[in-house]
T-cell receptor, first 115, second 112 residues
Framework: DAGVIQSPRHEVTEMGQEVTLRCKPI?????LFWYRQTMMRGLELLIY????????DSGMPEDRFSAKMPNASFSTLKIQPSEPRDSAVYFC?????????????FGNGTRLTVT | DQQVKQNSPSLSVQEGRISILNCDYT??????FLWYKKYPAEGPTFLIS?????DKNEDGRFTVFLNKSAKHLSLHIVPSQPGDSAVYFC???????????FGQGTRLTINP
C-alpha cells in the first residue's frame, strides 16, 4: 500500500488567497484526521471523519477553515482567506477502526507558507 | 490548555547509552498512551503504546513506563542508535476513542 498521500508537499501563497490541501487515505481505513503542526503547539487535531462523516471539528481554528470528505478515498482541507498565522505543516492521517490496536498512519504533510 | 506536555524540547545522548524521553498529562480520563517518531519531511510513525491497566510495555529496544498516580510516562531506548535521532511525540486518548492529543515533541539526537 502506498500509505496516506498528501498534496501538495509545499504550498506558498499570499495572504487572502484560498488554499486547498488534499489527502488520500489508506484504502479500507474508515477514520481520517487532519492535524496541524506548529512549533508552539505541536500537533493539534483539527477535525476527524468516520466513514466520511465529520465527527469532531472542535479543533478547527475558525470559520476560515473547512474540511470535506466526499468519498472514502479523498478529503480536502480548505483555508479561505489564508493568513500568515496559518503557516504550518498540515498532516492527514487515517486508521482502521478506533482505539487500541488502531494506530494512526500519517502522510508526509503539506508545508504551508502564507506571506 | 496543553493536556499532554513534553517539557524537554531537545535531548542529546551518546550512541549506546540509554535515552529517556518524558511526558506528563493532566487529564485523568486518558487511559491509552502512545509514542510516535518523526523524521524530517516525513509524517509521524507509530512506535509503541500502553494501556492504563499496565505500567510497562516493551518492544525490543523500546520500553514505555506509565505512572498513573503521577500522570507521567516515559520512553526508554536502550541502546540508543544513530537512526533513533528524530522527534518523538507523546500522545494520549480515552480508550475506544480516536481523538489523540499530542505533546509538543522532543528532538532526540544520538551522537556517535
Amino acid at each position: 500500500d502506498a500509505g496516506v498521500i498528501q498534496s501538495p508537499r509545499h504550498e506558498v501563497t499570499e495572504m487572502g488567497q484560498e488554499v486547498t490541501l488534499r489527502c488520500k487515505p489508506i484504502s479500507g481505513h474508515d477514520y481520517l484526521f487532519w492535524y496541524r503542526q506548529t512549533m508552539m503547539r505541536g500537533l493539534e487535531l483539527l477535525i476527524y471523519f468516520n466513514n466520511n462523516v465529520p465527527i469532531d471539528d472542535s479543533g478547527m481554528p475558525e470559520d476560515r477553515f473547512s474540511a470535506k470528505m466526499p468519498n472514502a478515498s479523498f478529503s480536502t482541507l480548505k483555508i479561505q482567506p489564508s493568513e500568515p498565522r496559518d503557516s504550518a505543516v498540515y498532516f492527514c492521517a487515517s486508521s482502521l477502526g478506533a482505539g487500541m490496536g488502531s494506530p494512526l498512519h500519517f502522510g508526509n504533510g503539506t508545508r504551508l507558507t502564507v506571506t | 490548555d496543553q493536556q499532554v506536555k513534553q517539557n524537554s524540547p531537545s535531548l542529546s545522548v551518546q550512541e549506546g547509552r540509554i535515552s529517556i524521553l518524558n511526558c506528563d498529562y493532566t487529564n485523568s480520563m486518558f487511559d491509552y498512551f502512545l509514542w510516535y517518531k518523526k523524521y524530517p519531511a516525513e509524517g509521524p510513525t507509530f512506535l509503541i503504546s500502553i494501556s492504563s491497566i499496565k505500567d510497562k510495555n516493551e518492544d525490543g529496544r523500546f520500553t514505555v513506563f506509565l505512572n498513573k498516580s503521577a500522570k507521567h510516562l516515559s520512553l526508554h531506548i536502550v541502546p540508543s542508535q544513530p537512526g533513533d535521532s528524530a522527534v518523538y511525540f507523546c500522545a494520549a486518548s480515552v480508550q475506544g476513542a480516536q481523538k489523540l492529543v499530542f505533546g509538543q515533541g522532543t528532538r532526540l539526537t544520538i551522537n556517535p
